[in-house]
T-cell receptor
Framework: AQSVTQLDSQVPVFEEAPVELRCNYS??????LFWYVQYPNQGLQLLLK??????LVESINGFEAEFNKSQTSFHLRKPSVHISDTAEYFC????????????FGRGTSLIVHP | DTAVSQTPKYLVTQMGNDKSIKCEQN?????MYWYKQDSKKFLKIMFS???????INETVPNRFSPKSPDKAHLNLHINSLELGDSAVYFC?????????????FGPGTRLTVT
């Protein structure tokens, strides 16, 4: 079985500052890793994913995440945040060699202040 | 075109009633899911349905039952509603394994039980 830990329940930051949202996972098999974003009163949507290959993955709106196998982490970063990035961010893991059903972290609320 | 749609968006009902939430996906995906998101934004998988294989989260009360008339639809029936059932319910679908079972979420149904 796999599990996901998002270490911060809430991250406040000022506009144009950098941000890192932390995610650690545990699994006995290889994993697929995801970050989803949920804007207020909406469903979740995929932000970026790691399946294989390059350990650094990027989204179209400036976020990036790096798969670190030795530290079992998949932290999400953005060098300069905007007000519009205010949302709930969920890290998720599924296991191609195990259960395909994803396991989600408890979410991190990113609050961007002007 | 909406990829994953749910109806209704809001549902207010009294304890003891029976209600249904409908979900449709037009992505041609093989697997559909139901999730429950509580007031603290915690996302919990309830069911996964893949080619007539139903996987149930053992913590889900048997008052909840999914019904799939075809591959594009997975409806959720809830009997004898309780106050604790109040939450936002999300339908999702995925294709895999090449996509890592990336989840496509519907907009959610906010259920309020009074």
């Amino acid at each position: 079985a796999q599990s996901v830990t998002q270490l911060d329940s809430q991250v406040p930051v000022f506009e144009e500052a950098p941000v890192e949202l932390r995610c650690n996972y545990s699994s006995s098999v290889s994993v697929y890793l995801f970050w989803y974003v949920q804007y207020p009163n909406q469903g979740l949507q995929l932000l970026l994913k790691y399946l294989s290959g390059s350990t650094l993955v990027e989204s179209i709106n400036g976020f990036e995440a790096e798969f670190n196998k030795s530290q079992t982490s998949f932290h999400l970063r953005k060098p300069s945040v905007h007000i519009s990035d205010t949302a709930e961010y969920f890290c998720a893991v599924s296991a191609p060699g195990g259960s395909y059903i994803p396991t989600f972290g408890r979410g991190t609320s990113l609050i961007v202040h002007p | 075109d909406t990829a994953v749609s749910q109806t209704p968006k809001y549902l207010v009902t009294q304890m003891g009633n029976d209600k249904s939430i409908k979900c449709e996906q037009n992505l041609g995906h093989d697997t559909m899911y139901w999730y429950k998101q509580d007031s603290k934004k915690f996302l919990k998988i309830m069911f996964s349905y893949n080619n007539k294989e139903l996987i149930i989260n053992e913590t889900v009360p048997n008052r909840f039952s999914p019904k799939s008339p075809d591959k594009a639809h997975l409806n959720l029936h809830i009997n004898s509603l309780e106050l604790g059932d109040s939450a936002v319910y999300f339908c999702a679908s995925s294709q895999g394994p090449g996509t890592g079972y990336e989840q496509y979420f519907g907009p959610g149904t906010r259920l309020t039980v009074t």
